[in-house]
């Protein structure tokens, strides 16, 4: 029995990456509660196991008294003496307990315990590997679909990516290896859970920065980044190095690097925007792939008033407003938009009720000098 329980101790260890000493420990207790519902012991129980040869050792703490009056607590002091010298009345001692067909108790309970409750253990060993990873880019491979999510298996790990966390046109089968984002690692009653997002901002900022070794390093930072997963992500960097162009470094000798994150994004398109504190050349880089032909800005209240050519207003503006909404949540700024036919419009307009505001003040000037008269 000894040897067949350190042999199942090491496999277990080895094969779920659980420490020995924590499925010992698992063992100990469930070996303990087995042999109280068994045979109903009253005092004090300690069980043992010994690591290297996995003998198990049972001991009842019994109190050292000079008559007995609960055999089941207590101990003479001549009895006591011959199992340990050293103590006296009123402490307590380890006695070893015989129980009968134990070597039967512990097989059933060993196998019971690394089956069931040695699973708490590997969830507590899965949590205390991912916990510090969120935020971070894992491998996985895809297992199964089930009620409205994926499960990927990350190594020992199975992880939960949410069908509304992928990008809209994948469909994404089993066996197939996908890359994702580690939005959370949270607990639950039914143990760890890992959160994926493919949908996330966040995934595209970290494959950037495994893919643009400036990034990686700090020489260029990402300022901002916002999305709409599946269609279009728009994100401000700069450089802390003055010799280094921090959208070059992004796009790669004739796009390479950005094209092998667009391919990761099934064809997502990546607006890379040079970062400045200065709204007015900012807000015009941000409403890319659109060009502007003027701008007013009004500080106090963050906004800002964009003329674009009649053509450009629709790429301005984005499918279903979509460009222009991101960059006003890259830069912050809540932006009008308007063609130069609407602007002009506006503006004569805006002319002519001043015209006629300035005419009618003049006739009421008039009229009230003629009545002085």
């Not at 499925?23 to 069980?47: C, F, H, M, W």
């Not at 607590?73 to 199992?83: F, G, N, R, T």
């Not at 269609?231 to 070059?248: A, E, F, H, I, W």
């Not at 209240?301 to 629709?314: F, G, P, R, T, Y």
């Amino acid at each position: 029995m000894s040897r067949e329980l350190i042999h199942i101790i090491e496999q277990m260890s080895k094969e779920r990456g659980i420490p020995r000493e924590s499925i010992i420990a698992t063992l100990e207790s469930a070996l303990l509660s087995a042999v109280r519902k068994k045979y109903g012991l009253k005092p004090d129980i300690n069980i043992k196991i010994d690591g290297k040869t996995g003998d198990i050792s049972i001991t009842a703490l019994k109190k050292i008294v000079v008559k007995v009056e609960n055999s089941s607590e207590e101990l003479s002091q001549k009895e006591a003496q011959k199992i340990d010298p050293s103590k006296g009345v009123d402490e307590i001692i380890e006695i070893p307990v015989a129980i009968e067909d134990f070597g039967r108790i512990a097989a059933q309970t060993a196998k019971q315990v690394l089956f069931q409750r040695v699973r708490e253990a590997e969830k507590e060993a899965i949590f205390e590997e991912y916990k510090d990873k969120s935020g971070q880019i894992v491998s996985g491979v895809v297992m199964r679909k089930e009620k409205g999510s994926y499960f990927v298996a990350l190594g020992r790990a199975e992880a939960v990516l949410p069908i509304k966390s992928t990008l809209p046109s994948e469909n994404l089968k089993r066996g197939e290896t996908i890359r994702s984002y580690i939005e959370e690692v949270k607990v639950t009653p039914k143990g760890p859970i890992i959160l994926l997002s493919r949908a996330h901002p966040n995934f595209v900022a970290e494959l950037f920065k495994m893919e643009i070794p400036e990034i990686y390093e700090g020489l260029v930072v990402i300022k901002n980044i916002v999305r709409e997963a599946g269609d279009r992500t728009k994100l401000t960097v700069y450089s802390k190095n003055q010799m280094v162009d921090p959208v070059g470094a992004c796009v790669g000798m004739k796009g390479t690097r950005v094209q092998s994150i667009v391919r990761e994004l099934k064809g997502e398109r990546i607006d890379i925007i040079p970062w400045t504190d200065d709204p007015r050349v900012l807000i015009p880089k941000a409403l890319s792939p659109a060009a502007i032909e003027s701008i007013g800005i009004n500080e106090e209240e963050k906004s800002a008033i964009v003329v674009v050519n009649d053509q450009q207003l629709s790429l301005a503006i984005g499918k279903k407003g979509q460009n222009v909404r991101l960059a006003m949540k890259l830069t912050g700024w809540d932006i009008e938009i308007f063609s130069e036919t609407e602007y002009n419009k506006m503006k004569k307009g805006e002319a002519e009720a001043h015209f006629e505001d300035r005419e009618g003040k003049k006739e009421s000037a008039e009229g009230q000098d003629a009545g002085q008269e």
